[in-house]
């Protein structure tokens, strides 16, 4: 336990002291010799194997998958356009559920899922494949054919699970919206993917408050013409469905599936075939359906997290982030589930009802392996120690982190609280278009330093580029590419072709731009530096900046806006907007009228798209061209000096701004 206040200071000192020291140290933790024994991943030469035939790493496998029908080749097709595993034919629900059913798994907890409220359920892999059929029964009942997009608006409930394995046994594609995005966003989701059905909850609980989904949802349908049906799952029990939504659409998901049969059978799938489109954002106003397909996918996402997590059979499992992005889909649903693992399902946010609610979740279920994001860690450091303190957190092994560069202390106070110094932190690399881990230690193989992702999985190949192309020497920052196929990688945009071979592939022909910069230090080891382009990481939520401002010039009010993120301690980034007014002065953009642009925001993208700052300007600083200058914004609004300002049209715009934004703070 903490000490009583009075000692608190001095210990906070003591154990700042020692991160300093640990931190100049240039710290190396290298694998315990007990845990790199027992690894999944314990052979070196595993990496030097994949580097010499990595298609021939990925066939190794693709034995651990169970094939209905067996691939011609491994891979196929001219980057960017390749094909893993053609002749293949598979089922990704019978991969995740019916294959354990057949063995001693049939009675293991494939869902643990704790409720907000407390409150706990469990479905073993036989009851969870009872569910999957049903559903699978309910969606074909209500139109749904192989090749059809369903679109997920749920909560962080097992019905959601059950809901994307349902799309994937009988061949139909789903499109998850995140919760916490607006009705217009999932509007434009369904409308870009063609949904024909949406499957919804009527609420979510949050912090006890219930996100009202349903409301969203038949807002969103009612300018969504494709949208036949909606399958809607009582959470909250609101006791009408059909007036949110128009007469004849709502299907009440506890009914739907009491009369549905228990039986379906899984729908033979081409490895290529499309399996799910996940919106993210880019670097236009406009978000990409980026798309992922079956065997490759499921491949890359299993194999990773079997060795990167180092699961074991009788793990308990919990990734605490949101179903709704894509660390969801990997790595709560298709990659523990494919490899029989029990995954843990939490409702709620980690300060409900306390800021232990975490270490009372682990010590309750004995949780082996934790995943979660830094601005999560950073907000439990500032919560303090006491919290993890009071619980048993002695089942832990492996620690993983997502969602945005982790800063060494941040790291190393997961490492000491949470991890008491044994447990593996495996910082992990990756994003929404590479559908699975990119880079990350192998925990048994791969000594870690704090803040560092370190190397390439087996197989994967990176490398960090200047302008010209080159590869930067040790230290040097660059362009982070992605140098070779592999098996999860995104196929396309769906229906941008185009625009995927133009945003990724053209920059460095033959080459995957992340949009991240890295180092490389002298030891190979990845050093990630956060997004170059117009891409923000908001508490390791996607934003782009034109999207923003696309949702404040939306207003009638404003003329133009300009977003950027500005760097953040506890979210990582901030969202910073600079606005100028039509028909009005700056002067007159007031408190009132934040308050009415953030809600505008808000109803427009989601409350995670919410500018925490709102400046209002009179002018924004251009080049010659027109172009707006985020990158001064950023020198502002991060109390730097001004970087060049030699080839803005006038530059005493941003010299003003500047002083006004001193003045402001
Ligand atoms: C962007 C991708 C991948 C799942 C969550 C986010 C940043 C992600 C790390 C990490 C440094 C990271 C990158 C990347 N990012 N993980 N371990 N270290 N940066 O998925 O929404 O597609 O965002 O998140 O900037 O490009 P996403």
Known sequence: MAGDATDRPGEARAAQQRLDALLQEDRVFAPAPGFARRANAADPAVYERAERDPDGFWAEQAAALRWMQPYAQVRSGEIPHVQWFPGGRL???????????????????????VAESGETRTLTYHRLRRDVCRCANVLRSLGVRRGDRVAIYMGMVPETVVAMLACTRIGAAHTVVFGGFSAEALRERMIDAECKVLVTQDGAYRRGNVVPLLQNAAEAVRGTPGVSKVLVYRRVGAP????????????????????????????????EDLLYILYTSGTTGKPKGIVHTTAGYLLGVATTHRLIFDLKEEDVY??????????????????PLCNGATTL???????FPGRDRHWRIIEEFGVNIYYTAPTTIRTFMRWGTEHPKSADLSSLRVLGSVGEPINPEAWMWYHENIGSGRCPVVDTWWQTETGMIMISPLPGLVPTKPGSATRPFPGVAAAVLDEAGNPVGPGAGGNLVLTRPWPAMLRTIFRDDERFVRQYWSRYPGKYL????????????FWLLGRVDDVMNVSGHRLSTYEIESALVDHSGVAEAAVIGRNDALKGQAVAAFVTLKERGAAEGGAALKAELQAHVARKIGPIAKPDDIFFTAELPKTRSGKIMRRLLRDIAEGRALGDTTTLADPSVVARLKEQYEEGE
């Open 91 to 113: 089922n990704v629900a019978d991969n995740c559920v019916d294959r354990h059913c057949d063995g001693p798994r049939r009675n293991k907890a494939a869902v643990i899922w």
């Open 318 to 335: 919990w990734c605490a982030a949101d179903i709704g992005w894509v660390t969801g889909h990997s790595y709560i649903v298709y990659g």
């Open 345 to 351: 399902l939490y409702e709620g946010t980690p300060d």
């Open 240 to 271: 009408a469905l059909q007036a949110d939504l128009p007469a004849g659409m709502a299907v009440d998901w506890a009914q739907a599936m009491r009369e549905a049969a228990a039986e379906c059978p899984c729908e033979p799938m081409e490895s």
């Open 514 to 525: 992340t949009g991240d910069g890295a180092r490389v230090d002298a030891d190979g080891y």
